[in-house]
């Protein structure tokens, strides 16, 4: 039995992303403003507070105005307005059509908003709540949940100094437990303790299967004469090489001549021959972006899941012993293309509901008050009004969908009296390989496409080499007896990273082979393995991407 240190708190945040720090921030400023002690924790499990957030966004202040109102004088790095929004229709590979604002969904629009590094963001929030006396502990992972009497006591960080086969070496520090009367997890999309707890306590049993998209995002710096600072691109109907499969696309010019590129794609495809990663560099070449990108420099490269089922997948966000926020839970609203304001909004309403039962008598395990709070909020009614925009897509199709989103959201404001929904599972839409197209993506030209490992050079990507695997196999026969027979193994393209290959040994047998050091924890492989063969826990605390400042 290991011998770990115990801490106690009133309050564990796991995870400095908006949702976490939004949380920390607004339970710090109650308390002071009820002179009252309260002892907040936050773990992020990055090198440091921003390492992990992919930057590059466009923010909606809404949430922010709400928590800290003074946020300009006080030096937030939000400075960058939005001065145009353009959404092209793309024709073909090379062409593409500006659409008029009139046939756009009006929450694609960016009046107001702000081009910002979120991983900036996160870090001056951070800042705001050490002034505040929150504690933030960067390079820890919340390995565990510490669960007693079915109710969540806490958490338990990683240990440290673990060989390949999870024994101690010479360097070994015990994880510790941080106990807390309320637990909040604000992991971000697909948090492997979420997903522990949505299962634990069914928390999702009314609920619609979550929806996932994989976002790649490149920042390059680009030749002055090319860059429009303030101006948001987005882009619809690119066709992927599987026919069937589309992605969203965006562009958005950052300060200091950089712009931000990327492509979201539903993890719904069908097609196990896709690569999401080939399809991305070979998107750059449209003239709408190759038109910029040409001449520049690729600085950065990442990619991330993220959780678009909206309102219909929202599990329960309360339990005995703590909440679930954020994207942890997934409040990012697709319908927008925004998650940061919804993610902050979900953390200040938690704070709220753990602040009043702190205050009371006789103190409550589950935070049933959330929900409360919740349907009255702003928060609430944004997600429901875009509550069918995801499944008119899925079910309707690009074409008939988009017709549908841009009269239920420009005309009726999400009020039209109909409920869509997809209860479709995103693992279980691939079709056989031998049913499927095969695909021939073009070799990368080193200008403005590249492959994976110059990329996850970019990401700034490095683990312990000697730890245990994070990436872990329920049963490891399945990725070459059943995944690689059916669907060719889709592990070897569904991956931004080049993880897993499969290989050949001396004897000529296929090998399932996971090169962990590479993995920029986008979580991909979680949510997409047919099988659901591979879990996605924590490695040793600060492994992973460390995404530069913009």
């Not at 079915?150 to 960080?157: A, E, L, R, S, Y």
């Not at 319908?335 to 205050?359: C, P, R, V, Y």
């Not at 039209?416 to 993506?441: C, G, M, V």
Request: glycine residues 10%; aromatic residues 8%; hydrophobic residues 35%.
């Amino acid at each position: 039995m290991v011998e770990r240190e115990t801490m106690e708190f009133d309050v564990v945040i796991v995870g400095a992303g908006p949702a976490g720090l939004s949380c920390a921030i607004r339970l710090a400023q109650q308390a002071q403003e009820k002179q009252q002690e309260l002892m907040i924790c936050v773990v992020e499990k990055g090198s440091e507070v921003g390492a992990h957030i992919l930057s590059g966004a466009v923010f909606e202040t809404k949430a922010l105005d709400e928590l800290i109102p003074d946020w300009a004088a006080k030096g937030a790095p939000v400075t960058t307005k939005v001065t145009g929004d353009d959404i092209y229709l793309f024709k073909n590979e090379t062409n593409a059509t500006k659409l008029p604002h009139l046939v756009v969904p009006k929450t694609f629009k960016n009046d107001g908003n702000y081009i910002v590094s979120m991983g900036n963001v996160c870090r001056w929030l951070a800042e705001q709540a050490e002034q505040l006396g929150v504690e933030i502990f960067p390079g820890f992972s919340a390995h565990s949940l510490i669960v007693e009497e079915q109710q969540v006591k806490g958490i338990i960080t990683g240990d440290m100094g673990l060989d390949r086969d999870g024994q101690p070496k010479d360097s070994y520090m015990p994880g510790m437990e941080l106990r807390a009367k309320y637990t909040v997890f604000a992991e971000g999309c697909r948090g492997h303790l979420g997903k522990q707890l949505i299962a634990e306590f069914k928390l999702d049993k009314d609920a619609s299967p979550q929806h996932y998209g994989i976002g790649f995002k490149e920042i390059w710096q680009v030749d002055p004469s090319k860059h429009k600072e303030g101006l948001v691109v987005h882009g619809t109907g690119w066709r992927l090489l599987d026919n069937d499969t589309h992605g969203g696309s965006f562009m958005y010019h950052a300060e200091n001549n950089q712009v931000v590129v990327g492509l979201i794609i539903d993890l719904n495809y069908t097609n196990p021959h896709l690569s999401p990663f080939d399809e991305f560099q070979r998107m750059k070449h449209h003239n709408t972006f190759a038109s910029v990108l040409e001449g520049g420099e690729r600085i950065a490269y990442g990619a991330r899941a993220i959780a678009k089922g909206g309102f219909h997948s929202l599990p329960k966000m309360h339990f005995p012993g703590g909440l679930l926020i954020g994207c942890d839970a997934g409040t990012l609203n697709f319908a927008k293309i925004k998650g940061n304001h919804t993610a902050m909004k979900s953390g200040m309403l938690a704070a709220d509901a753990i602040i009043e039962a702190l205050g009371q008598e006789s103190v409550p395990s589950d935070l049933v008050s959330f929900a409360d709070k919740f349907k009255a909020s702003w928060l609430y009614d944004e997600l429901y009004q875009s509550r069918n925009f995801g499944p008119a897509m899925h079910k309707l199709g690009r074409i008939m969908g988009g017709a549908y989103n841009m009269i239920d959201q420009n005309i009726f404001s999400g009020s039209l009296p109909f409920t869509i929904k997809d209860e479709h599972q995103d693992h279980a839409q691939l079709k056989l390989a031998s049913e499927s197209q095969t695909i021939s993506y073009p070799k990368p030209d080193g200008k403005l496409s590249f492959d994976k490992l110059s990329s996850v050079f970019l990401s700034n990507t490095n683990h312990e080499e000697v730890q245990p695997c994070h990436l872990q196999l329920k049963d490891s026969d399945i990725p070459i007896k059943v995944n690689l027979a059916k669907f060719d193994e889709p592990a070897q393209r569904y991956c931004p990273a080049g993880v897993y290959e499969v290989n050949e040994n001396e004897q000529g047998e296929k090998q399932f082979v996971i090169n962990s050091q590479n993995c920029i924890h986008c979580k991909t492989c979680d949510i997409k393995d047919p099988s659901q063969n591979i879990t996605w826990v924590t490695p040793e605390g600060a492994g992973g991407p460390n995404y530069p400042n913009m």
